[in-house]
């Protein structure tokens, strides 16, 4: 059974080799946070503008609550994928 390239350890100092990450895999981490960080200023402030905003897209009405609670979940959602994104890129510079 043969070990897997990235397990290889290198003649010269004995760590394994990293791998780069693969252009395509930077651009969805870089496009991730961009489309975030767009979903987090071009979301309505309050939560009638947002219901207003969704009856006008989709011709879908929503709750005053249940507007607020998607608000909510939104803004969630997006800060814990910018957080996850620059994560990832940290932790790419520390090692």
Same mark, same amino acid.
Not at 2 to 12: F, K, N
Not at 25 to 43: P, T, Y
């Given at each position: 059974?043969?070990?897997?390239?990235?397990?290889?350890?290198?003649?010269?100092?004995?760590?394994?080799?990293?791998?780069?990450?693969? %252009?395509?895999?930077? &651009? *969805?981490?870089? +496009?991730?946070?961009?489309?975030?960080?767009?979903? $987090?200023? /071009?979301?309505?402030?309050? %939560?009638?503008?947002? &219901? *207003?905003?969704? +009856?006008?897209?989709?011709?879908?009405?929503?709750? $005053?609550? /249940?507007?607020?609670?998607?608000?909510?979940?939104?803004?969630?959602?997006?800060?814990?994928?910018?957080?996850?994104?620059?994560?990832?890129?940290?932790?790419?510079?520390?090692?």
């Amino acid at each position: 059974m043969t070990c897997r390239s990235c397990c290889r350890r290198s003649e010269s100092n004995g760590t394994p080799h990293r791998r780069q990450p693969s %252009p395509k895999r930077r &651009a *969805a981490e870089i +496009a991730g946070g961009v489309a975030s960080s767009i979903a $987090l200023i /071009a979301m309505p402030k309050c %939560p009638a503008c947002l &219901a *207003a905003y969704v +009856a006008l897209w989709t011709g879908l009405g929503l709750s $005053l609550a /249940a507007a607020t609670f998607l608000r909510s979940s939104l803004l969630i959602m997006c800060v814990a994928s910018l957080v996850y994104v620059t994560f990832g890129i940290l932790r790419r510079f520390v090692r």
